[in-house]
């Protein structure tokens, strides 16, 4: 049977706490057991994710673009592999699931995309009464933990890790609780399509215990809390932990989202700072 790892700057480590946990199919049988993080987890791919950040926010939007299609193509190289894994994790027919798994990798393609181009849109020169150049770029906020949607385990995961490592930030993400496995085989894809290590951790396990670790380190710069959509007492202890160092956060939707619409670039434009510089024209 495949032992499940940690995915931690680049590397598989298992938990420190040496825990794991039973995960099930959507009938209840047994699948494999992941690694439970624990505190020290969250810690160490903060540590990792900020030691990332400085290389990966300072390349430029043409490469990162070209890392995220690398990853696409990965992901369609092992297609029947995701789908039987999202098949078994949601309770979906194979068919259905295989359709989860080709929009997944529509929307890597589609965010790919915005890498050089959601400055032109974020950005751009204002207009000032006075002999200056006003120009507002877009910058990357730093260090995102994500907590990924709990009913939609790739989707979903896609959905939401995508656009904030394509816009230069590094993430800790927090896959699923009941259904880990399809995040962590996209550890595998990540580290060996490019992606440096570090931009992107994965943590599965209890969403409650990991979430409020990184909701309260210093070091997080931003919260999307996608995953913890259904839970408002959970997403309330987040946001108030966020604010003792004025993390960004992102609420998640009210009601079920349909991670299949179009996505827009909302979650492109959550994860940027404006930086408007001051410059004279020298007339």
Not at 49 to 66: H, V
Not at 95 to 107: E, I, Y
Not at 213 to 227: E, I, R, Y
């Amino acid at each position: 049977m495949k032992t499940y790892k940690l995915f931690v700057g680049g590397k598989f480590p298992r938990s420190e706490s040496g825990r794991v946990y039973e995960v099930t199919d959507s009938e209840g049988n047994w699948l494999a057991n992941a690694p439970q993080s624990s505190r020290k987890d969250a810690r160490d791919a903060v540590t990792a994710a900020r030691k990332a950040f400085g290389g990966w926010s300072g390349a430029t939007a043409y490469n990162r673009g070209q890392i995220l299609y690398r990853v696409a193509e990965m992901l369609e190289g092992r297609r029947e592999q995701f789908a039987a894994e999202v098949a078994a994790a949601e309770g979906l027919p194979v068919a259905d699931a295989a359709a989860q798994v080709d929009a997944a990798v529509d929307r890597w393609v589609w965010y790919a995309g915005w890498s050089d181009k959601i400055a032109q849109v974020a950005g751009g020169a204002n207009p000032v009464a006075g002999p200056f150049f006003n120009l507002s770029t877009p910058e990357p906020t730093g260090v995102v933990a994500v907590l990924a949607p709990q009913e939609s385990s790739f989707l979903g995961l896609a959905s939401v890790l995508a656009p904030v490592i394509v816009t230069g930030n590094t993430a800790v993400v927090v896959p699923s609780e009941k259904s880990p496995l399809p995040a962590l085989s996209l550890s595998e894809v990540l580290a060996t399509s490019d992606v440096p290590g570090g931009v992107v951790n994965v943590l599965s396990g209890r969403t409650r215990e990991v979430a409020a670790t990184l909701a309260a380190h210093q070091d997080v710069n931003a919260l999307d809390l996608a995953g913890a959509a259904g839970d408002a007492e959970l997403a309330e202890e987040l946001e108030t932990a966020a604010a003792e160092n004025l993390k960004r956060v992102l609420r998640p939707e009210e009601g079920d989202a349909d991670w299949s619409a179009d996505p827009g670039i909302s979650r492109l434009l959550a994860f940027l700072e404006t930086k408007t510089v001051w410059h004279p024209i020298g007339v």
